[in-house]
């Protein structure tokens, strides 16, 4: 019994440190110190800032990263709130030519508690702006189709997504931005993801970021990578 008492005792104590170490480092902004401290000259011409679709895409294709300067700087489940906060150091400080934005629908999942359309729209426009201010290009890709998230029913993405790309695709026009809209290419007519590009409705598959690949590339191109 005293042995099952001093288990529990520490069971809780180690989930009471790593609450407070996600407190601490709300944005994770450590999670890619090493890698951001191991990049050269040309190994960071562009970058990927974003979440788990932005993080999978190394993963489930790699191919599209390798033997070019690309750096992946995608965490699952961030909200554009944290990416704001570690986007000097994951971004600016790399000096790519280029960042690729795709980010906003775990803000529409709440995942950060009840936001607002503008202010993600606010977020990622101002990293947008960080990265013109340096002399980077920022890209601001659409947020990808979701008709519903399967770990938080009910939140209509099918209707916000729709709205914040609209905004997304406003003000990047006035801001003289360029605008990936990788939503038109990938939804199924009802504002969901093709099935064929979606594991769950809302991450992708291999063939989804061969899609995803394929819309990218020319873009980069156009802008010297």
Known sequence: MKTLTTL?????????????????????????????????????????????????????????????????RGISGQTTGQMVLRFRQDVIDLGPKVVVILAGTNDIAQNQGPTTLRAIADNIISMAELAHANGIVPVIA?????????????????????????????????????????????????NGLRPELTSDGVHLTREGYEFMSAMVEPVLTANGN
């Open 8 to 72: 529990i005792v520490l069971l809780l104590l180690s989930i009471s440190m790593e609450s407070e170490s996600n407190a601490q480092d709300w944005a994770n902004l450590a999670r890619f110190t090493d890698e951001n401290q191991a990049v050269t000259p040309g190994q960071a011409e562009v970058v990927f800032m974003g979440d788990s679709i932005t993080e999978g895409w190394s993963a489930l294709y790699p191919e599209f990263f390798d033997g070019k300067p690309y750096q992946n």
């Open 142 to 190: 659409s947020v990808l189709p979701a008709f519903d998230y399967p770990w938080r029913p009910g939140l209509e993405p099918n209707k916000k997504i729709p709205l914040l790309n609209e905004m997304l695709r406003e003000r990047a026009l006035e801001e003289g931005f360029q605008f990936l809209d990788y939503f038109a290419a990938m939804t199924d007519g009802q």
